[in-house]
């Protein structure tokens, strides 16, 4: 792979598609060499860098949609600092590693109320490293807790990305 630079593109998956939402978010890296554009390293319906209270109310609903039935008034665990608490160190361990790899990363993290995960499921993975490294980054970032009837409560919070290596 000489001279050539591979730039990872994770997406979130969600149920509503984003022709819906209208709108796309980048993650951006490091500018590539002789340039001082930032590359877009991840994409996705929601911004990266906004905290789940600090989403616009389409942006909550696309987080909303992974959790059926929620009611209106109880909200989601979301990671304290964005998805880019996930997404860069994601996107770093996978430059780190130097192996590329493509496919389906769902996990599932229990959070309790005081926004620490307390377990990890990995339920989709493209090989156990990359499945073991995700594990121990969900329960080491902060979350903000989810929210039950008024109070901060155990919940589960759910990662479902696409994998995908672009030239």
Same mark, same amino acid.
């Given at each position: 792979m000489k001279n050539t630079q591979i730039f990872l593109t994770f997406i979130i998956s969600v149920l509503l598609s984003f022709s819906a939402i209208g /709108? @796309? +978010? +980048? *993650? $951006?890296?490091d500018s590539r060499l002789g340039s001082r554009f930032k590359t877009r390293i991840a994409s996705g319906p929601v911004p990266f860098d906004k905290r789940y209270q600090d989403m616009s109310? /389409? &942006? &909550?609903? !696309? !987080?909303?949609? %992974? =959790?059926? %039935?929620?009611?209106?008034? $109880? @909200?989601?665990p979301f990671p304290r600092h964005g998805l880019q608490s996930i997404y860069r160190p994601l996107i770093k361990y996978q430059n780190l590693a130097q192996r590329l790899r493509r496919g389906d990363l769902i996990a599932i993290a229990l959070i309790d109320e005081k926004g620490m995960a307390k377990e990890v499921e990995v339920y989709a993975a493209p090989d156990k490293e990359i499945a073991q490294f995700l594990a121990t980054l969900l329960l080491e970032i902060a979350y903000d807790p989810g929210i039950c009837s008024g109070k901060p409560c155990q919940t $589960? =919070? *759910? !990662?479902?990305?696409g994998l995908d290596i672009k030239f």
């Amino acid at each position: 792979m000489k001279n050539t630079q591979i730039f990872l593109t994770f997406i979130i998956s969600v149920l509503l598609s984003f022709s819906a939402i209208g /709108k @796309t +978010y +980048y *993650l $951006e890296g490091d500018s590539r060499l002789g340039s001082r554009f930032k590359t877009r390293i991840a994409s996705g319906p929601v911004p990266f860098d906004k905290r789940y209270q600090d989403m616009s109310v /389409k &942006q &909550q609903a !696309i !987080i909303r949609s %992974n =959790y059926e %039935n929620m009611p209106v008034d $109880e @909200t989601p665990p979301f990671p304290r600092h964005g998805l880019q608490s996930i997404y860069r160190p994601l996107i770093k361990y996978q430059n780190l590693a130097q192996r590329l790899r493509r496919g389906d990363l769902i996990a599932i993290a229990l959070i309790d109320e005081k926004g620490m995960a307390k377990e990890v499921e990995v339920y989709a993975a493209p090989d156990k490293e990359i499945a073991q490294f995700l594990a121990t980054l969900l329960l080491e970032i902060a979350y903000d807790p989810g929210i039950c009837s008024g109070k901060p409560c155990q919940t $589960e =919070y *759910l !990662i479902d990305v696409g994998l995908d290596i672009k030239f």
